[in-house]
């Protein structure tokens, strides 16, 4: 199966995977999360950081809490990674998390994207402008 995310509105579908993967079929994180990242593929066609969406945390929390705890523990997984690659460099780790702390706690949805999909050429073009 493929999933094609075309912009950030469709983001939430990675967390809705990992919940079905790990909640309904009892699937281990690992092996959940290798399933999601092979199934998504995400296309950002805007260079403009006001166009990509965000979400408040507090509304996740309270509409979709299951979904929020998988956003974290994607998060913190992704954050490791990012740090590993980049040892000591808080700005990078800051600017690349899921969750923006910066004016009010919001979900980044094109980091959500990013963080679990494989992308297309057109974001690859994108990311050497």
């Not at 919940?19 to 281990?28: A, G, K």
């Not at 299951?66 to 690659?85: G, P, W």
Request: hydrophobic share 45%; net charge positive; with cysteine.
């Amino acid at each position: 199966m493929a999933i094609q995310l075309n912009d950030t509105h469709p983001s939430i579908a990675i967390a809705e995977l990992m919940r079905v993967l790990i909640d309904l079929h009892r699937m281990e994180w690992k092996k959940a999360w290798d399933i999601t990242v092979r199934t998504f593929s995400y296309t950002n066609h805007t260079l403009m950081p006001e166009a990509l969406e965000t979400w408040p945390v507090a509304m996740f929390e309270k509409i979709l809490p299951r979904h929020m705890q998988i956003i974290y523990e994607i998060n913190h997984c992704f954050l490791k990674e990012v740090m590993h690659r980049h040892p000591g460099d808080t700005e990078i780790t800051r600017r690349m998390s899921i969750i923006d702390e910066s004016g009010g706690r919001r979900i980044r949805m094109a980091h959500l994207a990013s963080s679990a999909a494989t992308r297309s050429t057109v974001w690859r073009r994108y990311t050497l402008i």
